[in-house]
């Protein structure tokens, strides 16, 4: 009795499977599965008789001050630094690639710095740089004469929210650009050519032809960018802030750590990452769908 | 060939199996203090004429500022002093992480010491859940030495604080190890210098702006990004002004406390560092603890609050010249009430579903025989919670660091406290209820009125959750 090829092919294929799917629904299914079950208990995280209390805890994060407050918060980060990121990325981008500078790998080098250093380094140099008295901005503001502006950016609640979008801007902005240019590069430079001779200007050709060539990568970067705040809001605000000045620029995703580890509230933290879940699977088939390109 | 792709198929889920078997092996990493030791299960050991079925206990100690050494040498003694005892001492930092799984599965390690803000939030847990073994019979049973029962040992009022007995019932669930004395410091140099007197009072405190300007200075500083830090002046004020049962109302959530004069005239105090010149060092509020403790040092601001582990934390800060750490405690309100300061007491405790409770119990009541406490100072540089420590640990600590517990010995009147476990599921938790906008009246965008309303419903609030907790 003989296998036949097909069978024996069907077999190996699915023996270099398993391994891999096992892992994968151990180590991100079965987790996710039991975010979504434990959201539907009152649990402590420690004692071992998790209460089920159905949508409960669901129904008490939008009568929670702080949840909402903190919900603003990310919203406000959500909507600022992606768009802001992908601004700044997309125009120094197509400059460092249009231009013909001679320093441009050292511009390049230089922008995706930031990518490379941990969060944590970047969030603990920022702090030092918004330091109210030894601190680089505040610094540089007396040098030029404007020693009134300064004030204290991350302990003020109408400026640390922008304060933390310039680091997440910072942190990510060169990480794009490289992505960015990369796709500008397998653009067909015949494109630039003939339109140029058409008389089209720079700027024509950055709306006409830059931003239409890269549609594709520009819409994966949104949904990364948006799903980047949310993890890395998490690590700044942490170090930075500590969610301060009493709590305004506590985001949804330092709630939900004080909540599980600090008030013993694992249901409840639960039900926030479900929350947290379900908007961003929304963002993002928003975005895409709203970037679709359509029958035009 | 079909064998070969059998072959496959195994290796390849054995590596899978193998990866698995991996995550799911015990994070132990323990330290067995005796080498030799293999208890039999038959084997009972006996000292002092006590017989233990269970010869094996597992240990879980905190390991921060204090090491482990102590740790490691009071386990040996114990085995010695008890023959065919085993102790597992597993240690580190991030010891929550570490026994989280074991007491989620139901199989806790019997003896744990847990400190650090990181892990302290799994004692709450056990709190809420009712999950720890009673204590008290141990501390009313005599002493290692023999005699008068163990409690008569303990600092005093510290069995009965919170912080020992959570449930208000009288009942100790959690041993007390080392304990700090926090309140404001000051530089001694300069005041000795400059001839500046120690503030008695509140009123002698803010006049002190002016003497501030002169040398240079602002008058405060805080952990800016940690207001949790100014509890350390509110906690001993509030027994200043109303006495235990002030301090009653607000760590048993009384609304009422919010409307009381006790309230209008600690938070007074606050309000007058935000709005009087010269009084907070500018920018306090975005600065993390390291950063305005370093501020401090180097002269930016006259006192700050810390706690009796300041100086060793700052040992490697830059410092304006002849700084020398003074401590003063919190002043009183009126020139005849004494100054005070808070303790802080570390906890030990035995989880209810230990396996081995009895051995436990055993080692925590030697753990505060003379012998241990004197090697506690030794190898941990710490106090132990024990009527007269402060002496035994003299030659092991730093003379700034002793003259602290000294004092405490010497009339400055302690407070120590904890807060009432709010109800199980409970978004509240109240220290970042009202210590958080306190950053939003030193920034003068909300006035202490306002506050005392908004603590006014979260108290009222906790209240009614608790009693529909109770109801169930």
């Known amino acids: ?296 | 060939m079909k064998h070969k792709k059998w072959l496959t198929t195994v290796a390849s889920s054995v590596v899978a199996v193998s990866l698995l078997a991996g995550c799911g092996s015990n994070n132990n990493n323990s330290n067995n203090a005796s080498p030799s030791a293999s208890p039999s299960a038959s084997a009972s050991a006996s000292a002092g004429g006590k017989q233990f079925e269970n010869t094996e206990l597992n240990v879980a100690v905190f390991q921060g500022g204090y090491g482990r050494e102590y740790w490691d040498t009071i386990a040996e003694d114990f085995m010695k002093d008890y023959p065919g005892t085993k102790i597992n001492i597993t240690a580190s930092p991030k010891i929550a992480e570490l026994v989280r799984p074991k007491i989620v599965a139901g199989n806790p390690p019997d003896f744990m010491y847990i400190a650090g803000s990181d892990n302290l939030p799994i004692i709450d847990g056990l709190i809420k859940d009712k999950a720890l073994t009673d204590l008290s019979d141990v501390f009313n049973s005599p002493s290692e030495e023999g005699g008068a029962p163990l409690k008569d040992r303990i600092l005093p009022g510290v069995l009965e604080s919170r912080s020992s007995s959570p449930y208000g019932d009288g009942k100790v669930f959690l041993a007390p190890y080392n304990y700090g004395v926090m309140g404001l410091w000051y530089n001694k140099t300069l005041f000795d210098t400059k001839g500046i007197s120690v503030p008695k009072t509140w009123d002698e405190f803010l006049a002190l702006t002016a003497t501030a300007k002169d040398n240079g200075r602002e008058l405060f500083t805080y952990q800016g990004l940690y207001p949790g830090y100014l509890e350390e002046m509110v906690v001993p004020s509030i027994y200043s002004v109303g006495g235990q049962e002030a301090l009653d109302q607000y760590f048993n959530f009384d609304p009422e406390f919010w409307k009381s004069d006790t309230f209008k005239q600690v938070w007074g105090v606050l309000e007058k560092v935000a709005t009087e010149d010269n009084a907070l060092m500018k920018g306090t509020i975005a600065l993390n603890h390291t950063q305005a403790q370093t501020a401090f040092m180097q002269g930016k601001a006259m006192f700050i609050p810390n706690g009796t582990w300041f100086e060793d934390e700052m040992k490697d800060a830059p410092r304006e010249e002849g700084f020398q750490f003074g401590f003063l405690g919190a002043p009183a309100f009126t020139a005849d009430k004494p100054a005070m300061a808070m303790t802080n007491v570390e906890q030990m405790v035995i989880p209810a579903k230990a396996k081995n409770p009895e051995l436990a119990k055993e080692f925590l009541k030697y753990l505060y025989s003379d012998k241990s406490v004197k090697l506690n100072a030794e190898k941990s540089k710490a106090v132990l919670a024990v009527k007269g420590a402060p002496d035994i640990a003299k030659e092991f600590i730093s003379e700034s660091t002793y003259n602290v517990y000294k004092a405490v010995d010497e009339g400055i009147v302690t407070v120590n406290g904890a807060f009432k476990s709010v109800a199980k599921g409970s978004k509240y938790n109240p220290s970042d209820e009202i210590y958080k906008p306190i950053s939003s009246i030193m920034n003068k965008q909300l006035t202490v009125a306002e506050y005392g309303d908004k603590l006014f419903k979260i108290y009222t609030n906790i209240q009614k959750e608790l009693k529909e907790n109770g109801a169930e």
């Not at chain 1, 050709?205 to 980047?228: A, D, K, Y």
């Open chain 1, 1 to 296: 009795m003989k296998m036949t090829m097909k069978t024996r092919r069907g077999f190996f294929i699915a023996a270099c499977l398993i391994p891999g799917l096992i892992l994968f629904f151990l180590f991100k299914v079965y987790p996710t599965i039991q975010i979504f079950h434990k959201s539907l208990y009152l649990w402590t995280g420690v004692g071992d008789k998790p209460k089920f209390i159905g949508l409960q805890n669901f129904v008490d994060m939008f009568h929670d001050d702080t949840f909402l407050l903190a919900l603003r918060n990310t919203g406000f980060l959500m909507l600022v630094v992606p768009v802001l990121t992908l601004l700044i990325a997309l125009i120094n981008a197509s400059l460092l690639t249009q231009t013909k500078l001679k320093e441009k790998g050292f511009y390049r080098t230089v922008f995706f710095f930031p990518s490379i250093l941990s969060f944590v380094v970047v969030a603990i140099l920022w702090s030092f740089i918004y330091h109210p008295t030894m601190g680089f901005v505040n610094a540089g503001l007396e040098m030029i004469g404007l020693g009134d502006w300064a004030m204290s950016w991350l302990g003020d609640q109408r400026t640390v929210l922008w304060a933390l979008a310039v680091t997440l801007i910072w942190q990510a902005a060169g990480y794009y650009m490289v992505m960015y240019m990369a796709g500008i590069d397998s653009i067909s430079p015949d494109l630039y050519e003939a339109s140029g001779l058409d008389g089209a200007t720079r700027v024509q050709q950055f709306f006409h032809i830059t931003i239409p060539m890269l549609w594709e990568i520009i819409r994966v970067t949104i949904i990364f960018s948006i799903n980047g705040v949310m993890t890395i809001s998490f690590v700044i605000v942490s170090i930075m802030t500590a969610g301060g000045p009493d709590r305004h620029s506590e985001v949804v995703m330092t709630y939900l750590y004080s909540q599980a580890f600090t008030n013993s509230n694992f249901g409840y933290a639960m039900a926030i990452g479900v929350f947290i879940f379900i908007v961003s699977v929304s963002l993002a088939l928003i975005s895409n769908k709203l970037t679709e390109r359509g029958s035009n």
